[in-house]
C-alpha cells in the first residue's frame, strides 16, 4: 500500500501551508458511497470459450486530494483513495463453474475541472487503479479445482460535478470507469462528501 501513502503525505504537506480553506482550493478529504458493477472475463484450460460474469453491489471510496486555482475559472487537483465493497458472482461455461471475489481497491488520480460558478466544479479525471480478485475454477465431472489470487492494474477515467456548500464542505457526484489488465472492467457512480482544511 506504500505507492498510495506518498500522494498522501504530499497532499498534507501542502495543505498545512494554507492559512484558510476555500473553495476548490487546498486539502480536502472525504468519503464516497454508491453502486457498481464488476464484469470479468476469464479463461478456462482445456476450454476455448472465455466465462463471462458480473454482479452489481454497493461501492464506497475513502479519498484525499489537493487541488489549486491555476486560472480564474480552472481548476488543477490530485486525489488518491481506497475503494471496495464489489459482489462476488459465479459464470458458467459446460462442466467448469467460475467464481470472482473482487477486493480492496486503490487508486491515484489527476483531475482538471473549469468552474460553471464560484461554487459549482464540473471535472474529468484520469490515472491508475490497482483492485485485488480472487478466482476459483471448479469442474462438475471432477474434483478439480484451481484457485488464484491476481491483482490486476488498470487505467481509470471519470467525469463528476463537486458543488461547494462552503469553504469547508463539498459534495460531488461522479462516474468512473476502470478497464484492467486481464478482461476486468469496473463502473461505478458514487456520492461523495469532502471536507477542506
Do not use: C, H
Not at 32 to 59: C, H, M, W, Y
Not at 61 to 81: N, T, W
Not at 103 to 122: C, E, I, P, Q, W
Amino acid at each position: 500500500m506504500k505507492f498510495w501513502i506518498s500522494p498522501l503525505v504530499a497532499a498534507i504537506a501542502l495543505g498545512a501551508t494554507a492559512a484558510r480553506a476555500e473553495p476548490f482550493q487546498g486539502l480536502q478529504v472525504g468519503v464516497g458511497l454508491g453502486a457498481g458493477k464488476v464484469q470479468s472475463e476469464d479463461a478456462i484450460p482445456g476450454f476455448t470459450r472465455k466465462s463471462d460474469g458480473d454482479a452489481k453491489g454497493f461501492n464506497y471510496r475513502i479519498f484525499a486530494g489537493y487541488d489549486f486555482k491555476v486560472a480564474e475559472r480552472i481548476v488543477l487537483g490530485a486525489e488518491a483513495g481506497v475503494g471496495g465493497g464489489d459482489k462476488k458472482f459465479n459464470s458458467r461455461v459446460d462442466t467448469a463453474r467460475v467464481k470472482i471475489d473482487p477486493g480492496r481497491s486503490y487508486d491515484v488520480t489527476a483531475r482538471l475541472g473549469f468552474l460553471a460558478t464560484d461554487n459549482l466544479l464540473l471535472y474529468g479525471r484520469a490515472g491508475w487503479a490497482r483492485q485485488e480478485f480472487e478466482r476459483e475454477i471448479s469442474f462438475t465431472n471432477n474434483t478439480t479445482t484451481i484457485k488464484s489470487d491476481k491483482t490486476n492494474n488498470g487505467k481509470l477515467f471519470g467525469v463528476g460535478a463537486e458543488y461547494a456548500l462552503n469553504d469547508n464542505l463539498a459534495v460531488r457526484a461522479e462516474y468512473d470507469r476502470t478497464d484492467f489488465n486481464g478482461d476486468r472492467k469496473r463502473d461505478r457512480l458514487l456520492v461523495s462528501a469532502a471536507y477542506r482544511f
